[in-house]
C-alpha cells in the first residue's frame, strides 16, 4: 500500500510538471490522463492492490510516453519554464552533490550582503587510477532555491556582483581556478551603489584578464546578469537551460509595444522566446557556448544524481582541457587520446590527472587565448564585406601601418629624448623605409582595393549642406521652424517658452533660463565638437544584419538603413578636437535607437584596435543606446565582453579611453564596454542607466522617483566623472584629453 | 501705407509712443500685466472693446511670446519696443522680422543691434576707425603676464599725463552691470586681483576672460543724438549732458546741450570737443550703416580728451531733451515720431543743414525714492499729483492726476519726466527750479508715512548741470 | 481665558459640512488660443504617484505661437464651472478658464482652522516674499515645523522694486505651522505669510486636530 501510495504521488508529480514545462493541461491531454489518474486514485480503497498496480503501471507507461515526446517538442519558452520550474536543481545542489565539500564565503544562507551570489571555495575530486586527487577551485554562482525568501529569484544585486568579482580575485590570488555557474534571469535593476550596470561592467573589464582559468555553465542565463560571471575560457551550457538577451516576456512586450499594464497575449511570449534563440543547441551553434551538458528528460531536477556526476565529469574535463591548451597543443592532443582510451575502460567517470596550477608564460597564453576566444565571438552576426581577397588586402593594409605605427611610437620612443629634436627628420625617413618594406606589397594591396572606396567623409552626409540660417556654422535643422516649446523646468523655474530658431540655433539646444539640454540630432556634435573637416570614418560599409532571422526585422532595418543613411547604429572615425587626433565611435539614436549587434560591436572593436594601433585616444560617444539589439539575441549579448575585452587590452597597453554619454543610454553597452571605462562623462539632461523605468517596475514592484537615472544622480552615485554643458563639450573634452592623456595623449 | 503698431513697454513711454501713433495716423495696441491696471497708459485707452480692443493683458511685459501672441491676433504690423524690455535684443528683432508673420521692428535692423550690444566688438570697430575708446584691452584676456604688462602701460600713460592716483579697472569680460568691477592702484595689486577677477569670471560667467581698462574719475558723461534712416541719411540732433546720476548709475538730471561756457570754465574749446564727438558717432553710425535713432554714449575727461563708451541703439527716456534745442521749420521734432516713420522705411526728408540749434533744456526725472538712503525706492499710494503747464515745458507720466494711484511694486518707482527749456541755460535752469517748485506730489506708504520724492534733490542738483 | 474657549467647534466644524469644498479657480497663464477638455460636471484628479510625478487630468489646452500647452488639473474634485464662451477663443492672460469644486480634506480643514489660531505673520508689503537662506535651509533639511522663531530673527527676504530687504520676525516666539505663500508669489499687502505657534497653543492645536479628525469622517 505505501509502495502504491508513493508511486501516485510520483505519477502526479510527473503530470503536473509535464504540463507545468508545457504550459497547459491541454498539452496532450495531459488533463484527461490527470482525469484516469484521479479515478484511479479515488478508488485506491475499491480496486484490489494487483489491479491497482496494472493501472498504475498503465499510467506510468502513458506518462513516460507523454514525458518523451514532450521532450521532442520542447519550444522555447517551454524551457524557460522548465528552468523557471522550483523543481529545477540549483547551485546549492551542484555544491552538494559536485563538490566534495565547501565552505561557502561572503555570507552564509540568509546572512549575506546578497544570498543571491553564492561564492564558495571548493574541492573536487577525481579517482584517477585508483588514486583521488582533489583539486580546489572557487565556485561563484547564483542561487535561486533553498530559501527561496532571500534568494531574490536569483536576481543578483550590484553588492552581490562585487562580491562574486572580490572572490575572484582571491581565485587569482590563490592560483585556483573557478567554477562559475549561472542561474540567474538576470541582474537586480537598481541603480543603487555602484549602479547594476556599473557593477557588471567592473566584473567583465576584471575578468576578461583574470589570471586563472575560468569555466562557466548556464543554466539560467538571463543577460546582463549572466555576463557578470560569465566571461571565460570555457562556456558550458545544460542542455535544458536558456540563455537570452532578454526573458521572452520583456521582448515580447517591447517587440509588440504593448504597453504598460496590457496583458501581453501568450502567444507572443511564445514566438518570442522562439525568435530569440536562446536554447543551448541554438547558442551552440552560434558559437556563443562551446559544449553542451546534457540532461535527463525535460531537464534535471533536484534528485538528478547522475546528472550531477555527469556535471563534475564535464566540469572537471573543461578546466583540464583549458589548462592544457595552455601549455601546448600536444599536451592537448594527448590529453583527449588518454581521456578516450580510458573512457572506453572506465565510462564517463574517467579522468587523467592535470595539475591546475599555471605558471606566468600559462597564465600568458591563457590570456591570450580568452582574447582571441572573445575577438571571434559574435562574429557570426557580420557579413564580411566583399571577398576572401578584399580581407586579405584590408590585413595586408592593416599589417603595413601597424608596421609604421610601430616604428613611429615604439622603434623611437626608446630614444626618444635624445632625438626629439631631429623628430621632423626621423618619421620622414621612416616613411622613406615603409615604402620600402611595403612597396612589393603595396602594388597587390592597390590591385585588390581599387574597387574599394578612400575613406568616406562625412562631411558630405545627409542634412549636413542643409541651408544654414544664422550662423555660418552647422545649424540643426530643427532650427527651421517657427515656433515655440514649453522647458520641462518651467514650471518650477520659470522658464520662457523658447523659440525653436533660437533654441536650436545659438542656444545649441539649450533653456537658455535653467540650462536644460533639449537633444539634438547627432550631426549637431560632428560639426561642434571636431575640428573642421577634421572627421574621416572608417568602417562606413560594414552592415547591421539579422542574423537570427527575426522575421519581420529585415525589414525594419531597411527602414532605419533608408532613415538614416547609414548602415549601422555605430560610426566610427578618426577626427581632431583642437589639434588632438581622436578616435571616435559613436552610438546615435536614429539607427534602432542605437541598439547594438553584432556589427556594432565588432566596429567598436576594429576602433579599440586602430585606436590603439595608432597611438590615439579613444573617445565613445553615446548620442543614445538602447542597449544590445534583442533581434540579435546572445549574438548580442556576447559583445558586451567581447568589446569589454578590447577596451581592456587598450587601456592595457595605455590607451586613453573616454566615454561621454547623452540624451539616453542604458543596459548592456553601459553595463560593458562603456561602463568600463575610467573616465566617463555626461552631458546635462542626459539619463544612464541599466534598466528602465518600466523594467524596474516590472522586477522589484517599485516605483522609482522621476530622477532616478539622471545625471546628477549618475555622478552622485559615482558612475561618472562629471556632468559637461553641451556648449562647451568641445572645451572639456579637449581639457580632458589633455589632463588624462598626458604628454603623449597616450597616457603611459 | 498705415501701419497697426505694438507698443511692447509701459508707462510713459507708451503713451508717449502712442500719441506720435496718433499723431503720424498709425493704429496701434497696448499691452499691459495685472500690476499696472491702473496706470494712464492703461486707463486712457481701456475703453474701446471688440474688434477695436487697444489694451490687452499679458502675463509678462518680458515674454516675447506673449507680444507676438498679442500682435497677431490684432493684426499688427510692427512692434515698438519702446525703452529698456526688449529695445536693444536683438534676438527678438530678429524673431520680429524673420518669424513666419514677419513684422517690422521699429529699431535698427538686428543685425546692428548685436553688433554694437556687443561693447568688445564696437570697441574693436571704433579703434578701427580711428575714434578714441577708454584706452585699455580691446579683447578679454585670458594670460597673467599679458595682462600684467597691459596694466602696467595703463598705470604709465596716466602718470605721464600727470595724474596723480593713477588706476585701472580690471573687469570680467563677460560680466556687465557692475558686476565683477575691480580698481588696481598700484602693479604690486595687479595680480592678486587679476586672479580673483578671473576666477570670479570663471566662476560666474564660465569664461575667465578679463578686460583692463583706465579708470577714468573726475569726468562728464554726454550723449549724442542720432537719427538714421534706411536710405542712407543720417542726422544728429546735438549733444546732451547726463553726468548727474544715483548712486546706482541710474541717470536723473539731464542737459542740452553737452556744454556751456557759461557754466564752468572748461580746460578745452567746448565747442570743439561737442563737434569732434559728434563726427566721430555720425562716423561710426555710417560704418555699420546705422538706420535707426540711436545714442552714442562718450566720456569727456578734465583734460577735453573724448572716449566711446557705448551705444544705444535703441529710443532713450531723455531723447526729448535733445528734440527741445532742435528746430526743423522753426519747430521742435519729436524724435520718436521720427523713429517710427523711418523704421517704416521712410526717408528723413530733410538734412542737417534744416536743423537749428537753440537755446538749452533740462530734463528732471522724478522718481518716488529717498534720496537720503542710497536711493531706496519708495512704494505706496499717490493722492496728490499735480504739474505746471507752460509753453516752455513738457510732462511725460504713467500716473493719473484725477484720481489715487498705488505704485506698482514690479517695477521701478518712476513718477514722471519733466522737462524745461529756455533761450539759455541760464534762463532754463531758472525756469527749472520755479516749475519743481510748483509741483505737487502727495501719498502715504502702508504705514501711513508720508510720501517721498527726489524733487529736493532735483532742484539742488540744477547747479551742478554742465560742470565737472 | 485660553484660546480654547474661544473655539465653538460645533460651530466652525457644521460650518464645513455645509460646505466642505475648496474652489479653485483655474486662469489662463498666459494669452493664447484655449480649447478645453472637460466639461462642468466632470470628475478630475489631481496629482498622483509617489513621488506626485504623474500629472492630474487634462483640463485645456493653450495654444501660443504654435505651442500647444497641455494645463492639467493640481487638484482632485468636480469641475464646477467653465467659462464655455471662451471654448476655441482667444484669451487674455489671467482670464478665469473654470473652477475646481475641490472637496476639503481632513488636513485641509485643520489647517484652515489652524488659522484662526496660531500666530500669523503678515505681509508688511505688497511684494514677493522668499524665506532667509537660513530658513529654507532648515526647512528643507528638518521641516518645517522644526523650525522655530523668536522676534528679530531674519525670516523672509522681500523682493520689492527689484531690491531684496530681509524682514525680520516680530511677534511671539514659536514654531512655523503653517505656511501660507508659495516663494516669489506676489503677496497683498497684510496677507499672512506663515502661522506660528507658540508653545503654550500646542496643546490648543494638537486638540483641535484630534477634535476634527475625530468628528470629520
Redesign the interface.
Known amino acids: 500500500m505505501q509502495e502504491i501510495r508513493k508511486r501516485l504521488t510520483k505519477i502526479e508529480e510527473r503530470l503536473n510538471y509535464i504540463s507545468q514545462v508545457k504550459g497547459s493541461e491541454k498539452w496532450g491531454n495531459v488533463d484527461s490522463v490527470l482525469q484516469r489518474f484521479v479515478a484511479v486514485r479515488d478508488a485506491i480503497f475499491d480496486i484490489s492492490t494487483d489491479k491497482m498496480a496494472t493501472k498504475i503501471h498503465t499510467l506510468e507507461d502513458e506518462i513516460s510516453f507523454l514525458e518523451e515526446r514532450a521532450e521532442e517538442s520542447l519550444t522555447g519558452m517551454d524551457r524557460v519554464r522548465i528552468v523557471r520550474s522550483p523543481l529545477r536543481f540549483s547551485l546549492k545542489d551542484i555544491l552538494e552533490n559536485v563538490y566534495d565539500d565547501y565552505t561557502e564565503l561572503g555570507g552564509e544562507e540568509e546572512a549575506s550582503i546578497d544570498a543571491s551570489m553564492v561564492c564558495a571555495k571548493a574541492t573536487v575530486s577525481a579517482k584517477i587510477k585508483g588514486k583521488t586527487v582533489t583539486q580546489q577551485v572557487m565556485v561563484i554562482g547564483h542561487e535561486k532555491g533553498h530559501g527561496e525568501e532571500y534568494r531574490n529569484g536569483g536576481c543578483s544585486k550590484p553588492w552581490g556582483n562585487e562580491k562574486a568579482l572580490r572572490f575572484m580575485m582571491v581565485a587569482q590570488t590563490e592560483g585556483i581556478p573557478i567554477h562559475a555557474y549561472i542561474f540567474t534571469p538576470g541582474s537586480f535593476p537598481v541603480e543603487e551603489y555602484p549602479g547594476a550596470g556599473q557593477q557588471i561592467a567592473r566584473n567583465i573589464y576584471a575578468m576578461t584578464k583574470l589570471e586563472v582559468p575560468i569555466i562557466s555553465i548556464i543554466s539560467e542565463g538571463g543577460s546582463g546578469g549572466a555576463e557578470a560571471i560569465g566571461c571565460s575560457d570555457y562556456r558550458l551550457m545544460f542542455s535544458h537551460g536558456y540563455y537570452s538577451v532578454i526573458s521572452p516576456e520583456g521582448g515580447a512586450a517591447i517587440e509588440g509595444k504593448v504597453r504598460e499594464g496590457q496583458k501581453i497575449p501568450m502567444e507572443m511570449v511564445e514566438s518570442c522566446a522562439e525568435r530569440l534563440k536562446i536554447t543551448a543547441t541554438d547558442n551552440l551553434r552560434l558559437k556563443t557556448i562551446d559544449r553542451i551538458v546534457e540532461e535527463p528528460l525535460l531537464g534535471a531536477k533536484r534528485d538528478a544524481y547522475e546528472f550531477f556526476k555527469r556535471v563534475k565529469y564535464e566540469m572537471i574535463r573543461a578546466t583540464d582541457e583549458v589548462v592544457l591548451k595552455t601549455k601546448s597543443l600536444r599536451a592537448f592532443r594527448n590529453y583527449e587520446m588518454k581521456l578516450n582510451r580510458s573512457r572506453k575502460e572506465l565510462g564517463d567517470d574517467a579522468h587523467i590527472d592535470v595539475s591546475w596550477e599555471l605558471n606566468r608564460d600559462e597564465m600568458a597564453r591563457l590570456l591570450e587565448m580568452r582574447s582571441k576566444k572573445y575577438r571571434a565571438m559574435g562574429c557570426e552576426g557580420i557579413c564580411a564585406k566583399g571577398s576572401f581577397l578584399g580581407r586579405l588586402a584590408s590585413r595586408v593594409k592593416e599589417k603595413s601601418s601597424k608596421y609604421f605605427y610601430n616604428i613611429r611610437y615604439d622603434m623611437l620612443h626608446s630614444h626618444q629624448k635624445q632625438v626629439k629634436q631631429v623628430m621632423h627628420d626621423v618619421t620622414s625617413e621612416s616613411a622613406v623605409v615603409i615604402k620600402q618594406v611595403a612597396g612589393p606589397l603595396a602594388s597587390v594591396f592597390d590591385f585588390f582595393t581599387r574597387r574599394q572606396e578612400s575613406p568616406a567623409l562625412l562631411v558630405g552626409g545627409e542634412d549636413l549642406n542643409r541651408e544654414q540660417v544664422y550662423d555660418n556654422t552647422y545649424t540643426s535643422p530643427l532650427a527651421n521652424e517657427d515656433r515655440t516649446v514649453t522647458c520641462p523646468n518651467s514650471e518650477r523655474l520659470g522658464c520662457k517658452d523658447l523659440w525653436v530658431p533660437d533654441l536650436y540655433g545659438q542656444f545649441g539646444g539649450v533653456c537658455e533660463n535653467c540650462g536644460h539640454h533639449f537633444p539634438l540630432e547627432y550631426q549637431w556634435y560632428l560639426k561642434h565638437l571636431f575640428d573642421r573637416d577634421s572627421i574621416r570614418e572608417f568602417n562606413s560599409k560594414l552592415l547591421a544584419r539579422n542574423p537570427l532571422n527575426s522575421p519581420d526585422f529585415e525589414k525594419r532595418l531597411k527602414v532605419a538603413i533608408k532613415k538614416t543613411g547609414r548602415r549601422s547604429s555605430m560610426i566610427t572615425f578618426d577626427a581632431r578636437v583642437r589639434g588632438v587626433e581622436v578616435v571616435v565611435a559613436m552610438l546615435y539614436s536614429n539607427f534602432r535607437n542605437g541598439t547594438v549587434g553584432s556589427t556594432e560591436g565588432e566596429k567598436f572593436v576594429q576602433a579599440a584596435e586602430r585606436a590603439r594601433m595608432m597611438r590615439r585616444p579613444l573617445l565613445s560617444y553615446v548620442h543614445t543606446t538602447g542597449g544590445i539589439r534583442i533581434q540579435e539575441g546572445t549574438l548580442g549579448v556576447t559583445q558586451m565582453p567581447k568589446c569589454t575585452m578590447a577596451v581592456r587590452e587598450y587601456v592595457d597597453a595605455g590607451g586613453l579611453y573616454v566615454v561621454v554619454y547623452d540624451n539616453n543610454s542604458y543596459a548592456g553597452p553601459v553595463a560593458s564596454f562603456l561602463g568600463c571605462s575610467y573616465y566617463q562623462f555626461a552631458i546635462r539632461s542626459s539619463r544612464i542607466g541599466f534598466a528602465g523605468p518600466r523594467v524596474i517596475r516590472d522586477t522589484t514592484g517599485v516605483d522609482i522617483p522621476p530622477d532616478y537615472h539622471s545625471a546628477r544622480n549618475a555622478l552622485k552615485r559615482g558612475h561618472i566623472q562629471g556632468i559637461w554643458d553641451r556648449r562647451e563639450f568641445r572645451t572639456n573634452l579637449h581639457k580632458s584629453l589633455m589632463t588624462m592623456g598626458g604628454k603623449s595623449l597616450y597616457y603611459r | 501705407m498705415k501701419a497697426k503698431i505694438l507698443i511692447a513697454n509701459r508707462g510713459e513711454i507708451a503713451i508717449r509712443i502712442a500719441k506720435a501713433c496718433e499723431d503720424l495716423g498709425h493704429d496701434f495696441v497696448m499691452i499691459y500685466?495685472?500690476?499696472d491696471k491702473d496706470s494712464e497708459h492703461v486707463v486712457r485707452y481701456a475703453d474701446q472693446t471688440g474688434k477695436d480692443q487697444k489694451v490687452?493683458?499679458?502675463?509678462?511685459y518680458?515674454?516675447?511670446?506673449?507680444i507676438?501672441?498679442?500682435a497677431d491676433?490684432t493684426s499688427c504690423t510692427a512692434i515698438h519696443p519702446g525703452y529698456g524690455f526688449f529695445s536693444e535684443d536683438f534676438?527678438f528683432a530678429?524673431?520680429v522680422t524673420?518669424?513666419?508673420r514677419p513684422l517690422i521692428f521699429i529699431g535698427p535692423k538686428w543685425e546692428v543691434i548685436k553688433d554694437l550690444g556687443d561693447k568688445i566688438n564696437t570697441k574693436k570697430v571704433a579703434n578701427e576707425l580711428g575714434i578714441p575708446t577708454i584706452p585699455g584691452t580691446s579683447a578679454p584676456i585670458y594670460n597673467e603676464m599679458e595682462a600684467e604688462s597691459v596694466a602696467e602701460k595703463l598705470l604709465l600713460e596716466q602718470r605721464e599725463q600727470g595724474i596723480s592716483d593713477p588706476s585701472i579697472l580690471v573687469k570680467a569680460a563677460a560680466g556687465g552691470g557692475g558686476m565683477g568691477i575691480e580698481e588696481v592702484h598700484r602693479l604690486e595689486q595687479f595680480r592678486q586681483v587679476y586672479r580673483e577677477v578671473k576666477n570670479y569670471a570663471k566662476r560666474q560667467f564660465?569664461d575667465g576672460g578679463v578686460l583692463i581698462e583706465t579708470c577714468l574719475r573726475d569726468y562728464n558723461h554726454l550723449e549724442v543724438q542720432l537719427l538714421c534712416s534706411q536710405h542712407g541719411e543720417r542726422i544728429h540732433f546735438g549733444t546732451r549732458n547726463c553726468t548727474i546720476q544715483s548712486t546706482g548709475r541710474q541717470k536723473r538730471l539731464e542737459a542740452a546741450p553737452g556744454f556751456d561756457d557759461s557754466c564752468f570754465n572748461y580746460a578745452f574749446d567746448a565747442n570743439d570737443v561737442l563737434e569732434k564727438v559728434v563726427d566721430y558717432s555720425l562716423k561710426l553710425a555710417a560704418h555699420v550703416r546705422y538706420d535707426n535713432v540711436g545714442t552714442w554714449e562718450w566720456i569727456v575727461a578734465r583734460n577735453g580728451q573724448p572716449y566711446l563708451l557705448e551705444v544705444n541703439t535703441r529710443i532713450q527716456v531723455e531723447n526729448d531733451v535733445s528734440a527741445r534745442i532742435s528746430y526743423y521749420k522753426k519747430k521742435q521734432p519729436n524724435l520718436i515720431r521720427e523713429q517710427i516713420r523711418v523704421a517704416l522705411g521712410a526717408k528723413i526728408g530733410y538734412s542737417q543743414r534744416k536743423i537749428k540749434f537753440k537755446g538749452a533744456c533740462i530734463e528732471f526725472r522724478i522718481v518716488a525714492e529717498d534720496t537720503g538712503r542710497d536711493f531706496?525706492?519708495w512704494?505706496g499710494k499717490i493722492t496728490r499729483f499735480d504739474f505746471p503747464k507752460h509753453d516752455w515745458s513738457a510732462v511725460y507720466t504713467q500716473v493719473p492726476s484725477d484720481r489715487h494711484y498705488?505704485i506698482p511694486?514690479?517695477?521701478?518707482?518712476n513718477l514722471a519726466l519733466a522737462l524745461v527749456w529756455g533761450d539759455n541755460i541760464a534762463q532754463a535752469k531758472e525756469r527749472g527750479r520755479a516749475f519743481l517748485e510748483e509741483v505737487f506730489i502727495e501719498g502715504e506708504t502702508?504705514a501711513g508715512e508720508p510720501m517721498m520724492t527726489n524733487l529736493q534733490y532735483l532742484a539742488e542738483n540744477i547747479d551742478r548741470l554742465l560742470t565737472f | 481665558m485660553s484660546q480654547q474657549d474661544t473655539i465653538n467647534y460645533d460651530a466652525v466644524l457644521s460650518k464645513f459640512r455645509e460646505d466642505p469644498f475648496a474652489y479653485v479657480d483655474i486662469n489662463a497663464m498666459h494669452t493664447g488660443h484655449i480649447r478645453f477638455h472637460v466639461r462642468e460636471g466632470d470628475k478630475v484628479e489631481g496629482l498622483t504617484g509617489d513621488f506626485r510625478h504623474i500629472k492630474g487630468t487634462l483640463l485645456c489646452e493653450l495654444t501660443r505661437e504654435r505651442n500647444q500647452k497641455p494645463i492639467h488639473c493640481t487638484t482632485n474634485g468636480e469641475v464646477s464651472f467653465v467659462n464655455k464662451v471662451l471654448d476655441g477663443q482667444f484669451v487674455q492672460a489671467g482670464e478665469k478658464i473654470m473652477t475646481i469644486r475641490h472637496p476639503l480634506k481632513k488636513r485641509e480643514i485643520i489647517e484652515q482652522i489652524l488659522r484662526d489660531v496660531l500666530v500669523p505673520f503678515a505681509a508688511p508689503e505688497k511684494a514677493k516674499y522668499y524665506f532667509a537662506m537660513d530658513i529654507q535651509n532648515r526647512i528643507e533639511k528638518f521641516g518645517q515645523r522644526s523650525v522655530s522663531v523668536k522676534a528679530g530673527d531674519e525670516v523672509f527676504t522681500m523682493s520689492l522694486m527689484k531690491r531684496d530687504t530681509p524682514v525680520y520676525y516680530t511677534g511671539e516666539a514659536g514654531i512655523i505651522h503653517s505656511v501660507y505663500f508659495k516663494p516669489g508669489q506676489s503677496m497683498e499687502l497684510g496677507e499672512p505669510l506663515v502661522g506660528v505657534c507658540p508653545p503654550e497653543k500646542v496643546a490648543v492645536v494638537e486638540k483641535i486636530i484630534t477634535r476634527v479628525k475625530a468628528e470629520w469622517e
Request: net charge negative.
Open positions: 500685466t495685472d500690476a490687452w493683458r499679458i502675463s509678462s518680458t515674454d516675447p511670446n506673449e507676438l501672441s498679442i491676433h534676438r530678429r524673431r524673420v518669424r513666419d564660465g531706496a525706492p512704494i498705488d511694486s514690479d517695477f521701478d518707482p502702508s
